[in-house]
C-alpha cells in the first residue's frame, strides 16, 4: 500500500513540473493528489510502526536507488504535506498569473521541484543521491527566493542564500565521501558500532546547522525569509530549515556521536533561543521578525536534541526521550504555526503593500480573519496554554526538570536551560503583544492601511487549516503522541515507550478545560456588551484634543525598554536629530538592528580576504620573466628547507 501511494505521489508530482505549470488549476489538482497520497503513506508508518524499504533494479549515477521510509522519515514527510499542500492553495490567489504575469508559472514549477526533491532527501538512503536531492532543493528554494528578482533586496539574499547553502553543501559532500570511503559503500543505514566515524559529526553539525539556521550559522535566514513570497517563506521557514533537524536526527541515531556533541548542540540550542527572540524584538519588518523567530525556534527544538544526546551519552535515562519527543513534536507545532504567521504577513502585505510595522496600524477593522488567525499563531508561537507551542515546549520542560532532579552532570546544565527556556518563552511573549498592537490595532498610521482589504478564499482557507490544526494538537496531544512515540523509538530502540506519559494526558484536558471557559468568558461578555449596546470611542489621548497616527506606540519604541537589556549583542544604530532651539523646527529619530554577525564579522572577514585576492592576482600579469622569477624564489625556499632539515 505505502509503495503504491508513493508511486502516485511521485506521478503527481511529475505531472505538476511538466505540464501543470501552463494549467494553475493542473498543477493545484496535481498538488493535492501528491501530497495527500504522500501523507498517507506517512500516517501508514507511523500509525503501524512498520518500513517501508525499496531498491531499484537500475543505477543511477552507478548506484542503484535506495528509499527507505521508517518514523522518523516519515515524521518530517507528513509535515512537508501538510505544509506544502497549504502553501500551494495559498499561493494560487497570492502569487498568481494576473499579479505577477511574468513569475507566476515558473514559481509553480520550482515549487513542485522544492517538494519532490524534499521528498527524496526524507526518503534516501544512499549517500551519493542523498547529495543530488539536496543540491536540487537548495537550487529550488533559490528561485523561489529570488521570484521577485528584479528588486535589489531580492537579488542580494538569494545569492546570500546561495552562498550560505553552498558551504553547507561542502560539508556535506566531505561528510557523506568520507562516510563512504570509511564503509566502502554509499549505503546509510545504523552504524553505531563504527566508532571511528564519530568525528564526521561535526561536518554534519555545520552543514546540516546552516541549513537549519542555527545561530551563529543563520547569517543568510532572516534576509531570505522577508525578501521570498511569504507562501515561499512560510515553507521555507515550516519545512526546509527542518531537513536540516531531520539531518542532524537521522544521523545521530545512525552513527556514533562524540563525547561531549550533546552539551555543544544543547549549548547552540540555548544561544539560538535567546538570541533569535532578542534580535526579533529588535526588527520593524514584520517578516524579518518572524525569521529571527525560526532562530530562537530551532534554538528550542536543538535544546531537546541536544539533552536525548547528553542522555544517550549517560546511559539512556528516561528524561532524555522526553526532552527528545518535545524536540521533534516542536518540528511540528513550530511548522504550524509559523507557517500560519507567514500566510497572514503575507495577506497584511498583500493588502497593504508595506511590511513596514510603523506604516500600519489598526487592520483589525477592515481585516478580522488575518488579525484573528495571526492572533491565534502569535499565542501558539508564544507557548501560551491551550494552544500546541505549549504541549512541546512542556514536554522539552519536562525533560529538564527531570534531568534536574537526576542530579547528575546534567542537572547542572539543565537547570540554567530551562530557566532561559522560560525567558524566551516571555521575550517571545513580549514581541508579538508588539507585532500583534502595532499592525493589527490602534488607527491606521498610512493611506495603505486604511484602505487594506481581506484576503480570498484559497489564502482564508490555507490559513484555517494550519490554525485547526495548531488548536487540534493543542487540545488533544494524546492523539499525536504514538507517532511521536515511534520517532523517538527508530532514534533510539532503548527508548521504545508505548505508553502515555500522565502529565500529557493530564495537559491535555486541562487545555479542554481552559478553551471551554474561555469560551464561554467571551459569549459572556459580548452578550454583557450587546446587552447595553456596544459603543466605540478614542484611545485614551493623554489630553489632546485632536490625537494623530503619530502619538501611537511604534514598533522601535513599543519594545525599547527589552532591547536594551542586549544592546551589547544588538549593537543597535541610531540616527538621531536632537531638538535645540527653544522653539525647535524639528526633530527625527530612527533606530536600525543590524544582523551582527553578518555585518560584523562575516562581511569584514570577507573585505579582508578579497583585499588579500586582489593583492595577489596582481601577480597574475602574463610576463614570463616574472613567472621564472616566482620558479626560482620557490626552488630557492625549498632548497633552505631541504638544507634546515638535513641539518637537525
Request: glycine share 10%; with cysteine; charged share 10%.
Amino acid at each position: 500500500m505505502t509503495e503504491l501511494l508513493l508511486t502516485i505521489t511521485s506521478v503527481a508530482m511529475l505531472t505538476s513540473i511538466l505540464a501543470g505549470a501552463r494549467v494553475p488549476q493542473l498543477w493545484l489538482t496535481a498538488m493535492l493528489v501528491s501530497t495527500i497520497s504522500a501523507l498517507a503513506s506517512a500516517v501508514l508508518v507511523l500509525g503501524s510502526g512498520d518500513v517501508w524499504d525499496w531498491r531499484s533494479a537500475f543505477l543511477l549515477g552507478g548506484e542503484r536507488l535506495h528509499f527507505h521510509l521508517d518514523a522518523i522519515s516519515a515524521f518530517f514527510l507528513a509535515l512537508l504535506c501538510v505544509i506544502g499542500g497549504a502553501g500551494a492553495v495559498y499561493g494560487c490567489e497570492y502569487w498568481n498569473d494576473a499579479g505577477h504575469p511574468r513569475s507566476a508559472r515558473s514559481g509553480r514549477v520550482w515549487w513542485a521541484a522544492l517538494m519532490l526533491s524534499l521528498g527524496v532527501v526524507l526518503l534516501a538512503s544512499n549517500g551519493l543521491h542523498f547529495l543530488i536531492a539536496w543540491e536540487l532543493f537548495t537550487l529550488s528554494a533559490f528561485f523561489l527566493i529570488t521570484l521577485d528578482r528584479r528588486r535589489p533586496e531580492v537579488r542580494a539574499a538569494g545569492w546570500l542564500y546561495l552562498g550560505a547553502s553552498h558551504a553547507a553543501v561542502l560539508a556535506l559532500f566531505a561528510f557523506f565521501t568520507m562516510l563512504a570511503a570509511r564503509t566502502g559503500s554509499w549505503e546509510l543505514g545504523p552504524m553505531r558500532e563504527h566508532a571511528d566515524l564519530a568525528p564526521l559529526f561535526w561536518l554534519a553539525l555545520f552543514g546540516f546547522g546552516m541549513k537549519a539556521g542555527v545561530f551563529p550559522l543563520h547569517i543568510w535566514l532572516p534576509s531570505a525569509h522577508a525578501s521570498a513570497p511569504s507562501h515561499v517563506s512560510a515553507m521555507l521557514s515550516g519545512v526546509t530549515i527542518k531537513i536540516g533537524i531531520y539531518g542532524l536526527v537521522r544521523f545521530s541515531g545512525w552513527l556514533p556521536v562524540p563525547l561531549g556533541a550533546g552539551w555543544v548542540v544543547a549549548g547552540l540550542g540555548v544561544a539560538s533561543a535567546v538570541l533569535g527572540v532578542a534580535f526579533a524584538l529588535g526588527q520593524h519588518d514584520l517578516k524579518r521578525l518572524l525569521a529571527y523567530h525560526s532562530v530562537e525556534n530551532i534554538g528550542i527544538i536543538l535544546i531537546g536534541l541536544g539533552f536525548a544526546l547528553v542522555a544517550v551519552e549517560q546511559g539512556d535515562p528516561a528524561w532524555g526521550a522526553l526532552a527528545l519527543a518535545g524536540g521533534l513534536l516542536h518540528v511540528w507545532n513550530h511548522g504550524l504555526f509559523k507557517a500560519l504567521l507567514f500566510f497572514g504577513a503575507g495577506s497584511v502585505l498583500h493588502a497593504t503593500g508595506t511590511r513596514e510595522m510603523s506604516q500600519l496600524g489598526g487592520l483589525w477593522r477592515t481585516m478580522p480573519w488575518t488579525a484573528g488567525l495571526f492572533a491565534l499563531g502569535a499565542a501558539a508561537i508564544s507557548g501560551l496554554p491551550p494552544l500546541n507551542g505549549f504541549v512541546s515546549e512542556w514536554l522539552v520542560f519536562l525533560g529538564l526538570f527531570d534531568a534536574t532532579i537526576s542530579r547528575g552532570p546534567s542537572a547542572w546544565a539543565a537547570i540554567p536551560s530551562a530557566i532561559l527556556l522560560g525567558v524566551t518563552g516571555a521575550l517571545a511573549l513580549a514581541c508579538f503583544v508588539k507585532a500583534c498592537g502595532v499592525v493589527f490595532l490602534g488607527t491606521p498610521r498610512s493611506p495603505a492601511a486604511t484602505h487594506a482589504h481581506e484576503c480570498g478564499t484559497p489564502m482564508r482557507g490555507a490559513m484555517l487549516l494550519l490554525a485547526g490544526a495548531c488548536v487540534a494538537m493543542g487540545l488533544a496531544p494524546v492523539v499525536f503522541w504514538p507517532a511521536v512515540s515511534r520517532a523517538v523509538a527508530t532514534w533510539r530502540p532503548a527508548w521504545v515507550r508505548a505508553e502515555l506519559p500522565a502529565p500529557l494526558f493530564s495537559l491535555g484536558l486541562a487545555h479542554v478545560a481552559l478553551a471551554v471557559l474561555a469560551a464561554l468568558a467571551v459569549w459572556f461578555l459580548w452578550r454583557q456588551a450587546y446587552r447595553h449596546g456596544l459603543s466605540r470611542a478614542l484611545t485614551w489621548d493623554c489630553g489632546y484634543a485632536t490625537p494623530t497616527p503619530r502619538m501611537q506606540y511604534t514598533a522601535g519604541s513599543f519594545a525599547d525598554i527589552i532591547t536594551e537589556w542586549f544592546a551589547f549583542v544588538l549593537r543597535p544604530e541610531r540616527h538621531e536629530h536632537r531638538p535645540e532651539a527653544t522653539l525647535p523646527v524639528g526633530a527625527s529619530f530612527a533606530e536600525h538592528t543590524p544582523e551582527a554577525v553578518l555585518d560584523r564579522i562575516v562581511e569584514p572577514a570577507g573585505g579582508v580576504v578579497m583585499r588579500v585576492s586582489t593583492t595577489v592576482r596582481s601577480l597574475q600579469h602574463g610576463r614570463v620573466q616574472s613567472y621564472l622569477f616566482y620558479l626560482l624564489v620557490g626552488l630557492a625556499a625549498l632548497a633552505v628547507l631541504v638544507l634546515f632539515g638535513a641539518g637537525h
